[in-house]
């Protein structure tokens, strides 16, 4: 196939391309409560082959792109008719020029992880044998989950000699739990892990029968006020992307972000920790081939280093990087017990989101917990509404530590002063 797909570029004429082979393995499981409903095994295949055009118009060039997917036992003439359509369009998409990045010829190189010692299938189920452990409850358990081991087979060549390979395991899924009394609650939870981390998923799912328990005995509404609010695991990594988001060169030249080497990027710390951020690669290459490795990207709060594609690195001027989405974060000096006292604790949020063009955070919140001197109170309903631009240099995390597919760090942040609606 791949073959047939350089023979067509070739009759066109396309001298710049790039082709990603895509194969795809997956073991995968379907359960109603504890008993299995389905076993699948899926093998996908799939080449994703972007072209370039380059053309001047008033004296510019320009290097517009266009991507087409293709699938294994597609005729040679349809290839060609694709391939055709896709440079016609790249000739309309007015790119300022770049170069093309230029990189290595290098042999397979597997991702190191420990679902690779056993089968898809046999991953799949010590994930499923780990999700269940936890499910031992009365009064809250787990009525439906999906669970995927996959092996990730990705070839990336290009017509700058770019020619890398990278094989990745991971095992993915979601679950629903679910308490009958007082009230019939229902909330939904996924995973992604790239090692065979069932005390993980297992603690997860011990941490999920509590949160829907704790939901169907939650009656009350927030005091509308400011308070104290503590954040932790999954939403420490949706935090963490204004930084990751705010530091791509995409951000940058069209000035979205006015960060560079050097900025600040918390403001002034005041009462809180300077943050100490990772980027980490996710994957060997990027989808244009670049190699990835680790990448410091703030120290003590200050940027020190710009990321992204090679069209917006070139027109920054600086060595493309690949975009980042991963992070680690080395910072913690409270222990999560103190850190949550006198605090707002929302633990499950209809939808958390954040907004990296204005720092903007916030949700409805599904479950609370309201620490006081008198006790914990369980709180439903209402939001949160905070700026990280404005918290930013308050914040103090947690000593204990939280891992998932992209995010390790502190398990949770006190950030101060957050707007909650409520009654």
Same mark, same amino acid.
């Given at each position: 196939?791949?073959?047939?797909?350089?023979?067509?570029?070739?009759?066109?004429?396309?001298?710049?391309?790039?082709?990603?082979?895509?194969?795809?393995?997956?073991?995968?499981?379907?359960?109603?409560?504890?008993?299995?409903?389905?076993?699948?095994?899926?093998?996908?295949?799939?080449?994703?082959?972007?072209?370039?055009?380059?053309?001047?118009?008033?004296?510019?060039?320009?290097?517009?792109?266009?991507?087409?997917?293709?699938?294994?036992?597609?005729?040679?003439?349809?290839?060609?008719?694709?391939?055709?359509?896709?440079?016609?369009?790249?000739?309309?998409?007015?790119?300022?020029?770049?170069?093309?990045?230029?990189?290595?010829?290098?042999?397979?190189?597997?991702?190191?992880?420990?679902?690779?010692?056993?089968?898809?299938?046999?991953?799949?189920?010590?994930?499923?044998?780990?999700?269940?452990?936890?499910?031992?409850?009365?009064?809250?358990?787990?009525?439906?989950?999906?669970?995927?081991?996959?092996?990730?087979?990705?070839?990336?060549?290009?017509?700058?000699?770019?020619?890398?390979?990278?094989?990745?395991?991971?095992?993915?899924?979601?679950?629903?739990?679910?308490?009958?009394?007082?009230?019939?609650?229902?909330?939904?939870?996924?995973?992604?892990?790239?090692?065979?981390?069932?005390?993980?998923?297992?603690?997860?799912?011990?941490?999920?029968?509590?949160?829907?328990?704790?939901?169907?005995?939650?009656?009350?509404?927030?005091?509308?006020?400011? $308070?104290? +609010?503590?954040? #932790? !695991?999954?939403? *420490?990594?949706?935090?963490?992307?204004?930084?990751?988001?705010?530091? &791509?060169? @995409?951000?940058?030249?069209?000035?979205?972000?006015?960060?560079?080497?050097?900025?600040?990027?918390?403001?002034?710390?005041?009462?809180?920790?300077?943050?100490?951020?990772?980027?980490?690669?996710?994957?060997?290459?990027?989808?244009?081939?670049?190699?990835?490795?680790?990448?410091?990207?703030?120290?003590?709060?200050?940027?020190?280093?710009?990321?992204?594609?090679?069209?917006?690195?070139?027109?920054?001027?600086?060595?493309?990087?690949?975009?980042?989405?991963?992070?680690?974060?080395?910072?913690?000096?409270?222990?999560?017990?103190?850190?949550?006292?006198?605090?707002? $604790?929302? +633990?499950?949020? #209809? !939808?958390?989101? *954040?907004?990296?063009?204005?720092?903007?955070?916030?949700?409805?919140? &599904?479950? @609370?917990?309201?620490?006081?001197?008198?006790?914990?109170?369980?709180?439903?309903?209402?939001?949160?509404?905070?700026?990280?631009?404005?918290?930013?240099?308050?914040?103090?995390?947690?000593?204990?530590?939280?891992?998932?597919?992209?995010?390790?760090?502190?398990?949770?942040?006190?950030?101060?002063?957050?707007?909650?609606?409520?009654?």
């Amino acid at each position: 196939m791949k073959q047939a797909i350089l023979n067509a570029l070739s009759a066109l004429n396309i001298s710049d391309y790039s082709i990603t082979e895509q194969q795809r393995s997956s073991a995968e499981l379907f359960f109603i409560k504890k008993r299995l409903d389905m076993r699948r095994v899926k093998d996908t295949h799939e080449y994703s082959v972007t072209v370039y055009n380059v053309f001047e118009e008033d004296g510019k060039k320009f290097r517009g792109s266009s991507t087409v997917i293709l699938f294994p036992g597609t005729e040679a003439a349809e290839i060609t008719r694709q391939l055709y359509d896709a440079y016609n369009a790249a000739g309309y998409v007015k790119n300022p020029y770049y170069d093309l990045y230029e990189g290595p010829k290098e042999a397979v190189k597997e991702v190191p992880s420990t679902l690779s010692v056993h089968t898809l299938s046999q991953n799949a189920e010590l994930m499923a044998a780990a999700l269940f452990a936890a499910d031992t409850r009365e009064d809250a358990w787990l009525n439906s989950a999906e669970i995927f081991a996959c092996r990730d087979h990705i070839s990336i060549f290009a017509s700058t000699g770019t020619d890398v390979s990278y094989v990745k395991y991971s095992c993915k899924g979601e679950f629903v739990a679910q308490a009958k009394e007082p009230q019939d609650v229902e909330q939904y939870f996924s995973f992604t892990y790239n090692d065979l981390d069932t005390d993980a998923l297992t603690d997860k799912v011990r941490h999920a029968l509590d949160a829907v328990c704790d939901r169907a005995h939650a009656t009350d509404c927030p005091e509308a006020g400011t $308070y104290d +609010v503590v954040l #932790s !695991d999954r939403h *420490m990594a949706t935090l963490m992307e204004l930084y990751v988001t705010r530091s &791509r060169a @995409a951000m940058i030249y069209p000035h979205y972000s006015d960060w560079e080497i050097g900025t600040a990027a918390q403001g002034e710390v005041t009462t809180g920790e300077a943050l100490n951020v990772t980027l980490m690669p996710h994957v060997p290459y990027s989808p244009e081939g670049i190699p990835m490795r680790e990448r410091t990207l703030l120290k003590d709060g200050t940027v020190q280093y710009i990321h992204g594609t090679t069209r917006f690195c070139r027109y920054l001027g600086i060595e493309p990087t690949g975009d980042y989405f991963n992070t680690k974060l080395d910072n913690g000096t409270v222990s999560f017990d103190e850190l949550k006292k006198g605090c707002l $604790y929302p +633990v499950s949020f #209809s !939808d958390f989101q *954040m907004d990296p063009m204005d720092g903007h955070f916030g949700g409805e919140i &599904r479950l @609370a917990y309201l620490y006081t001197e008198s006790g914990v109170k369980l709180l439903t309903g209402g939001s949160i509404n905070g700026s990280m631009f404005d918290k930013q240099g308050m914040l103090t995390f947690s000593r204990e530590r939280y891992t998932d597919a992209d995010y390790s760090g502190p398990f949770a942040v006190r950030i101060k002063g957050v707007n909650v609606s409520g009654k």
